[in-house]
């Protein structure tokens, strides 16, 4: 894996490849992203189960509680 280097003063690019440091923390970053979205999703269904676990208590529609709270 590469990184260009732009020196903006005279507009020069320069490709070096990346130390094995650098890999390292693209690695450590995408699998802390990985996670992220995981824990994101599995948030979400968490949320919308007991969404729905309230509306079926309740006797309701999504829509009909739509309506409710407009």
Not at 4 to 15: A, F, K, L, M, Y
Not at 37 to 43: I, M, Q, T
Not at 49 to 65: F, M, P, V
């Amino acid at each position: 894996m590469d990184k260009v280097i732009v020196d903006c003063s005279t507009g020069e690019q320069t490709v070096v490849p990346l130390t094995a440091e650098e890999i390292a923390e693209l690695e450590a970053a995408a699998a802390q992203a990985e996670q992220d979205r995981l824990a994101a999703e599995a948030e979400a269904a968490t949320k919308a189960a007991a969404r729905q676990a309230l509306l079926d208590k309740l006797g309701i529609t999504q829509e009909e509680a739509a309506l409710l709270l407009s």
